[in-house]
């Protein structure tokens, strides 16, 4: 149903075609073995040995029919899922594009990264497998249609056959998809154990203990991981097997069952052994579809949970066009905000604020404090990143509200702790070049990589290189705020001195307002002012005060 329900999303167009398209493919080939039969029997009345042409003609126009009608059913199912797996794959990166900070890490990325690569894969995958399920669905009841008016007592047999085999059956499948749940929370451990060996394979290359023991917990878990496996692989093959023998039961009850009941049935049995046969298609077809279509089953409705999820997880004033905030405030502030973390079991909460800053456009600001003193939630606020519980951000006379966030954080550029460096400068378009290789001879970068069209040449750079490229880019915004959080920490004692002496000088001769964190002690004298964080709180120092 829920692959339905996706499909639903394109319109009725496409759910009525698939319909069709089934119903078509089913008459045509229950019409194949109906003109078979009715060939067969005028050959055993009539003793005829010359071709009935009008019938052979009957026969290769339906197989004509099944075959067009089959492959369009497919490819056009193909598509459409193709189609509807896009976009509700772009609809889930726009909402996570546009999810709240917070909420969005709260929330983990694990289940959105798998839904937006594994589960539209899956889907993918099986599509035609849908409009295979359909089609045999259709195909058996025309087919039994087709016993019926051969034989109304095997119609009831046959039919009262399949549906207690496929009540069993699906029973059977049940209990196949709790053993293939048991087996892929085994494979998640797993793979969490290779995780951590390719994480830590440096570690644990330098204590052989370490090395042992995660080996010997890997061990544990493979052999549990082989253990459920085997299970899938004998009930799903318990499952085959039985759809096998109550197949064979079928064409058991034509033979043997069905003329005890039925005085004419002697005349009839050869064309309702041969449906019986033609059921085999739709039969094994639906035996292999279901197990494949409830994967695609269960990922589409893994998709349109997260769907409805991401939904809740949006960022008040995300949509719509928005205020215009001052590019050229003059005063910058924070009035009251307050932000607390929700407390683990047993401790109090980390809260940070009340916050009540003015910064004054064009002023250097250092940010200190020790680890875990709220520093980066500080920076966070102060980005409109993270929502305060309690007060406002404001630039000259306007309260920075769900309406002029979007325009408030335009104004900002940021490097953060730890910052992404993206495979190309998106939003950068078209890059200027000279202004780019003039930054790149100014990190020092321009032996190591280029900017290329509009991307670095090269990402697999040191962590130092690459704050340095993050930089480049934070300046090719032309922002006229700049963030940077611990930036200069990966830098060597060159280049922290450039930067601190000559970088955020120019920056600031440029016009730049900055809001550093920092914990280099020698170049406190460079800011304007220095705010230091102590447990949530901020406190204003001068720059010289715990200088080295
Ligand atoms: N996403 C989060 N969920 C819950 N608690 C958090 C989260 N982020 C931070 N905290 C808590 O808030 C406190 C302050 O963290 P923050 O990252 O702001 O500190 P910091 O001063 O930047 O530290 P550091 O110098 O080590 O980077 C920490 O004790 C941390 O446990």
Redo the contacts with the bound molecule.
Sequence with gaps: MNLLRLLGRLGPGPLRRLVLYAAASALSSTLVLAIVNRAAERIAEDKADIVDVPMALAFVASVLVYMVVESRMVAHMASDVEEVVDELRMGLLDRIRRADL?KL??FGQTPLFESVTQSSQIISQNSQFLALTLRSVLLTGTILVYIATVSPTAFLLIGGLLGGGAWFYVRLGRALDERQGAMMAEEAVMFEGVSDLFDGFKEQRLNSARSQDLNATFGTVSARTTAARDQVHLHSWQQFVFGECAFNLMLGVVVFVVPTYSGTFAQEVVKVSAAVFFLATPVFGLMQSLAVTSAAEAAAGRMMDLEKQLAELAEPGSDGPGLPVPKDFAEWRMEGVEFA??APPGEPP?A?GPFDLTIRRGEVIFVT????????????LLTGLYHPLRGRLTLDDAAIGPQRIAAYRELMATVF?DFHLFARLYGLDPVDRVKAEDLMRWMEMERVTAVEGDRFGRRDLSMGQRKRLGLVAAILETKPILIL??WAADQDPHFRFKFYREVVPALKARGLTIVA?T?DDHYFDVADRRLH?EE?RLTELTVTEGAA
């Design positions: 917070w890490e709260r973390f929700p980390f940070v404090g020790g680890n875990g003193s709220g520093k980066s939630t500080f920076i966070k702790a959080d611990e964190v914990h964080m949530g």
